[in-house]
């Protein structure tokens, strides 16, 4: 046991590539038999193996359907693979936390120690089990209330209200964006018993599981939090206003999206949009309808994503934040970068660079390959590879429509965009050498 | 004198911006005259404030055609507004780089000795001068060669065909891309005569002054070249051989550009497209006819940009090239940054990520304002303001048809191009504190 633990630590980077890769194909095998769909043909590979990628990957792009392609059992695969993916990335993301903590307890022990029992990564089985539990209990309470709201108000039986609260609630918490509905949400944009639970239910699994548990620990001693914390916390605040703002002014006019609703069902959509690209994927107004700067603000939004070691994606919020501060100190001529009353090593520094700068080439390079393969216009190629990689699973409707190659090259942003970030910092942070700490150093997870 | 020379060095961003904006100014007033234009109105402030700041900051974007809407006189202008411009960019970056050198020289004698010395910014009076006399030879050497082509191959007067050739080779050396034909260079697409002077001009004009120096110095050692000349020249020739490459295959049977050439022709005209992105801003093909593929390869060329101190905009080709370091060393675990056996001190690379992501959120955020204001499509919108930003004057076609305020933006984002990667850095640089160096360290200039 010990040995294998040693080994995970090691070579991180496979195990967690090896694991996902084969919860996909084990996802494409069963999708591809004729009684995961209506009708009685068997799917065809890409399809599966796009859709399998986009349920483990908890992204929730989609070639097909989901409510009319797919059938029952099809439907309970999916939910099965979004519960795995999400549950997988969350465990793993914590462990790999767990893992560079230790690494630097050998060093620098004071530091990582404190922000070790800060996150409450203590120990491996701690970490399982509180993902797996706090995972339940708010998936469990979010598919309640989105269950008697179903049977309540949108006349469906009992059994069918049960199944769409729970399939909703999982794809919500899981931050996978799978709806039954071919609009997405649409049809609910003005209901906020649906659209709000679903947009907290996100939020909090986007927010990542360190932050839930430290705020589960000290929700009442804020100057007690973490670094990591604090820095998430604001983050995602800052980004939620801004981006409702920027949303819901630029499309209040807007025919084909919030011009068509009254006052507070502008607010309530507006809210959502800019909830979803943090990295959720439904949508409660028509997407490929919005404004191409709505799109751009969107594209932002989602390339940031959410908080690190949760069920979002994109390069995170820390990323983001801490090469702002990065910038800040610099503009004010200061010799440390500090945030949060912690100084922000230049290890750190150079890991959120890598992150943020290879995943900026990455986008570029795919944006480029899939405008030549398809001869799509720019922007909504560009917003199609940005939900793909930030596993946010947002489209303006051409999804379908890329042609086979577009389509591997989606599943294939899907995969690294959702593991290449967490792997690439913990393999990064792994191999880190020997250095003279001057100043006790605030670590933020990045990735 | 010596007060000045100190003022200066203190406040440099100040003395800078005042004096490009004094520039613009005089040109805006000196263009809205009647003789400045065919016919006998009063150029409207708008077009003369666009065609004057596109002169001053070397940009070559314009809303009217050159050849026909201005006069001789207004002609005459413009030359000389670009080279007061690019001479202004030479000499203001180089005095700015001798100033850093000079700051540090306090306490890091030998790192900043060495190189100051290797880029021969001994002193002030010999940076101008040195300025002044290597522009002047270059843009003689090459205005004979067009003149002289010109006058043999296409049937001008020899006055004219000298005029011709004065004006394309100011406006290449000094990277400002104004052309006298409505179709810029496209008529010469497939004239190596034409071409490849313009393009061996904007190349040395936009690799900067301190590499030419040191090129005539020590062109037999290049052992003995500073880190900065090696990175730039490194830097220089693989963004040719890879844009060249990217851009002819991408466009080769594109019957609208490169299709309709023989393949000679081709080869020169897809080298001369991968060139002007570095930030020349001639074309000879329709830009607007090319790929998307094609132009999103372009932007991020132009992003790049050319060399520091010298005629070129952009982030610089050693900002990237920098970065680039960081991301191999972090990914190779090192502790150091290295590159051509010198070590990057923490600080650089600082100032380069502020000036790389500043520069992004910039085109970002003037990307969306512009596409809100015209709904315009994203790329050809991102299109041209990263070729404002970067002072590249490439354009789709777009530029006349953007509305007063989407002008002024471009205007606005033409000045801070030119001026911001180049003061920003010097202020920083300049208010860089005590620091222990433990290692000799390497100081490629930075924006
Ligand atoms: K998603
Ligand atoms: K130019």
Redesign the interface.
């Known amino acids: 046991m010990r040995t294998r633990r040693l080994r995970l630590f090691r070579h991180p980077a496979q195990v967690v590539v090896a694991g996902f890769g084969l919860a996909v194909a084990v996802g494409t095998l069963l999708l591809m038999l004729p009684v995961a769909r209506t009708g009685t043909d068997w799917t065809d590979p890409v399809t599966a193996l796009f859709t399998s990628t986009s349920a483990v990957c908890v992204t929730g792009l989609v070639v097909v359907d989901t409510g009319t392609y797919w059938s029952t059992f099809g439907e309970v695969v999916i939910l099965a693979l979004i519960q795995v993916g999400g549950l997988g990335t969350m465990t793993l993301a914590s462990l790999l936390g767990l893992a560079i903590s230790r690494r630097l307890g050998l060093r620098a022990r004071v530091t990582a120690a404190a922000e070790t029992k800060a996150v409450g990564l203590g120990d491996v089985r701690g970490v399982v089990l509180g993902v797996a539990r706090t995972s339940l209990v708010i998936e469990a309470a979010v598919a309640v209330v989105l269950g008697l709201r179903f049977w309540a108000a949108y006349d469906v039986s009992p059994g069918r209200a049960a199944y769409l609260g729970v399939f909703h609630s999982v794809s919500a918490f899981n931050n996978a964006g799978f709806a039954l509905w071919s609009d997405s949400l649409v049809r609910f944009a003005t209901d906020p018993w649906i659209c709000l639970p679903i947009a907290a239910s996100v939020i909090v699994g986007g927010i990542g599981f360190p932050v839930i548990l430290e705020l589960r620990k000290r929700l009442r001693t804020p100057r007690a939090w973490s670094m990591h914390t604090k820095m998430t916390l604001w983050a995602t605040g800052v980004l939620l206003v801004l981006g409702t703002v920027l949303i819901t002014a ?1 499309e209040w006019r807007n025919p084909a999206t919030l011009g068509q609703l009254d006052t507070p069902g502008r607010l309530l959509a507006g809210f959502f949009q800019a909830v979803m690209p943090r990295t959720a994927g439904f949508n409660s107004v028509d997407t490929g309808a919005m ?3 709505s ?3 969107t594209v ?1 939004l989602m390339f940031i994503g959410g908080g690190s070691a949760g069920t979002a994606g994109g390069i995170k919020v820390t990323t983001f934040v801490l ?1 702002f501060f ?2 800040w ?3 004010r ?1 200061e ?1 440390d ?1 500090q945030a949060f009353e912690r100084r922000i090593g ?1 290890r750190v ?3 959120a ?2 992150v943020a ?2 995943s ?1 080439g990455l986008v ?1 390079a795919a ?3 899939l ?2 393969i398809t ?1 799509m ?3 909504l190629v ?1 917003f199609e590879v940005v939900s793909a990689f930030a596993t946010v699973g947002l489209s303006t409707g051409i999804t379908a429509d890329v042609g086979t190659a577009g389509h591997l090259v989606l599943v294939l942003l899907m995969f690294v965009g959702r593991l290449g970030p967490i792997t690439l910092v913990s393999a ?1 942070a792994l ?3 020997q ?1 003279l700490y001057h100043h006790p150093e605030g670590r933020p997870l990045i990735g």
Chains 1, 2 share one sequence.
């Open positions: 630029n404004y191409e700067g799109l751009l603000v932002v090469l990065v910038i100190a610099e503009v001529g010799r970068v230049e520094v150079r890991q660079l890598t700068l290879l900026v570029m944006t480029v390959v405008v030549e001869r216009s720019t922007h560009l990064l191999r880190e050498r250095r």
